[in-house]
């Protein structure tokens, strides 16, 4: 055995060897687990909001900030939606009465850090033809919502897109509170209606030519709507009217377009044609306003 | 306790007095004398991996059957030569230098007689012995047994002059584990070292079959190599290599070339 001390070399260098082997392989075992176990946490980082909403019984719910309430609850392939006047009912005891309502379609809950997924996703929606997307950040959370709006109607047409594409949302009702100058109540109430009636867009005071364009290119109710009301407050009636019926193509169920083309008749002084128009509304349809400036107009004769 | 004695139990043997019978060989001796009993005689093929045990077994064999048998170890033989050695194993002179008579004269000369001719590494054998060893296996005067290697067996088997006629093929395998430490035990046990043989626990032997995958000449040669290295390090104050255990035994397996290191 004159070989036995390199034999004994041999043996160590073999040793070393296989230790490394067992060690590399412990590695990137470890760092495939790890890898697999942040994939499976960013595959799960964007919640989907509705199967949050099923299991909400059972697990755990993110954060909701507290003027956010959740309208739709979905199971499956059925979509209800809390009609309005129950909204009222619900949030009126606990919010305050000087308050406006903004509705939008909440499509997206993650938590901070993810801001470069949140912005893809919504760069997809804008994409896809929902408006006015934005990221609004509360707490661990960020929010991802389009079409904010003060009538839960105009997103009727967003809500038949997202289904058509099959995108998870929610309607998010916001509650804001509007700063009272004066003291008397009858001023603050005329000021909710006032912001309650006034559209998003509107505020942003974008021109009607850039609105055309943007018809043209994306033609939809939300967009005709605006402009035919824009006319109508301009007091060019006739366009009005002409706008008030594109809208009223994409969305016949919408009372807004029937008011304005019933107000644009009614200053044009078609009042017969007027009231017969909001008649023919109701009889499918059933509104507030539509009914009480019906009554209005009778009331008037 | 004396490790170079130990070892040199390991050392690979010809000699039939040192053939370790585990329950395989048994098993495929029960079964060539089934064959030898039973059937017409013809070609034999007893195959197997290198190192399995093929020559041992048929050494082995000698005495062990009614038939007498005439063993060829080497197989580099000219046809004319081994049909010479045939009829001088009879005792009678060779008449002619004819081929043709000569084959003639061995047919007769055991043409009632009980001999299985046994020739290893028949891998080897050329295209001329084939053709004899087929001559002769057809005049039905002896059984032929040819071990070979498996790999080549079946190229050979395959050849039309084999493929044709009666043969059979025996497969001899690796041994199992317990026939491993069975065989461990029996050798250790042979020279006393019974408290050696207890120390060889389950993991050793499991470690020992792993090695050398069952094959008998691997595992001789594993172990006589561990006990010369317990032995050179009892002898030069080694004391980290002076018991048989799991470093020893790679370190033996390094040395014999079953761990490339």
Known sequence: MHNFHDLVKRYKRYRLRRFLKFFAIGVVILFLVVGFFLYVTQQKAPISLVKKEIKSSNTEKPKIPQNKVKVVVKKETEIKIVPAKKIKKIKTDKLSKKSLKKYSLQFLVVEKGNTYLVKQRKKALEEIGFRNCKLTSYGKYIYLTCNETNNIKELDMYIKLAKRKKIDYLIDTQYVKVEVKTKKEPDVKKKVRKEISTPMLKMQNINLQQLQKSFSQTPNFNIALLIARNYYTNKAYKKAIIWAKKANQFNKDDADSWLIYAKSLHALKQNKQAKQLLRIFLQYEYSDEVENLLKQWENEQ | ?261
């Open chain 2, 1 to 261: 306790m004396d490790y170079l004695e130990l070892a040199q139990c390991f050392e690979e043997r010809i000699s039939s007095g040192y053939y370790h019978q585990n329950s395989e060989v048994i098993h495929i001796k029960n079964k060539i004398e089934s064959i030898i009993d039973n059937d017409t005689k013809q070609l034999l093929f007893l195959t197997g991996e290198p190192g399995v045990g093929k020559s041992a077994f048929l050494n082995y064999l000698d005495g062990k059957f009614s038939y007498d048998i005439i063993k060829f170890d080497i197989p580099f033989l000219e046809p004319i030569d081994f049909v010479k050695i045939l009829i001088k194993k009879t005792g009678s002179e060779v008449d002619n230098y004819s081929l043709e008579e000569l084959i003639k004269q061995v047919i007769s000369l055991y043409k009632n007689s009980n001999y299985i001719v046994v020739l290893d590494e028949a891998q080897l054998l050329s295209k001329d012995m084939i053709e004899i060893i087929r001559i002769l296996a057809d005049s039905k005067a002896f059984w032929f047994l040819l071990a070979m290697h498996k790999h080549e067996s079946q190229k050979i088997l395959k050849e039309p002059q084999f493929a044709s006629r009666p043969h059979k093929v025996i497969q001899l395998q690796n041994i199992s584990l317990d026939e491993c430490k069975e065989y461990i035990y029996t050798e250790l046990e042979k020279k006393d070292a019974t408290l050696l043989a207890n120390t060889i626990t389950g993991k050793y032997i499991k470690y020992i079959h792993k090695l050398t995958q069952g094959n008998m000449r691997m595992l001789k040669k594993l172990l006589y190599t561990s006990f010369l290295l317990i032995d050179y390090a009892q002898k030069n104050n080694e004391d980290r290599y002076k018991s048989f255990d799991k470093c020893i035994l790679t370190m033996a397996a390094i040395e014999i070339g079953l761990i490339n290191a």
